[in-house]
């Protein structure tokens, strides 16, 4: 617990109480490789905490897995329109591996947010980073060559590329797994 609490503490120093709020409220959760945190279709209750492990969510479309993200130490796991909206998943989030995890009900963070300001400020700034990350994905999506989005992906996560399935590292970078073959046996590191 205390490594997702150094997590928050990172992003916006809280006081002894807003911590102690939360170490009354995360709950640990052990999930196995391959099980489902949230299913296409489910709401997503909980907010995860991650402690170990990798994650992905996912469409899956025509046979097809359409990878959207991968998540890890440090950082949270969650749908975010299914999370933030309470509102059926369009996608799936999996463990890569097994995780361990602690959790937080969206009622419960809506509780924080009513006790403190800090908590709300601290979550709003959580959000404004993956608002821009998003942005910066779309921008390596659309403007990058298959090489370039590569290198970029291996500079800001290379412990992945020995960790994931290539497969879904290709489908995230939006190439196909041959070309990424090439590229991964091409590129040295």
């Known amino acids: 617990m205390e490594n997702a609490l150094q ?3 990172h992003i916006t120093p809280l006081s ?22 949230v299913q296409s279709g489910a709401v997503q209750h909980d907010l995860y905490f991650i402690e170990s492990g990798i994650q ?3 469409y899956e479309a025509k046979n097809d897995v359409l990878v959207m993200a991968f998540t890890y ?29 602690y959790a937080l009900s969206y009622t419960t963070l809506q ?24 942005l910066q994905r779309h921008v390596e999506l659309h403007t990058l060559t298959i090489e370039e ?10 412990h992945l590329l020995h960790a994931v399935p290539h497969k879904y590292i290709a489908s995230y970078l939006g190439m196909n797994p041959t070309n990424f073959s090439k590229l991964y046996n091409k590129i040295r590191f």
């Open 7 to 9: 997590f928050l503490h």
């Open 16 to 37: 002894d109480r807003e911590t102690d709020l939360f170490r009354q409220h995360l709950r640990y959760k052990k999930a196995d490789k391959g099980s489902f945190l």
């Open 56 to 58: 992905m969510s996912y």
């Open 73 to 101: 130490f440090p950082g949270i796991t969650a749908v975010p329109d299914s999370f933030l909206m309470q509102q059926p998943s369009p996608c799936c989030l999996t463990c890569l591996t097994d995780s361990s995890l």
């Open 111 to 134: 509780d924080l947010f009513r006790q403190s300001h800090t908590i709300e400020r601290l979550f709003r700034k959580m959000n404004e980073y993956v608002l821009c990350g998003l």
């Open 149 to 158: 989005r590569f290198l970029a992906f291996a500079r800001r996560s290379p």
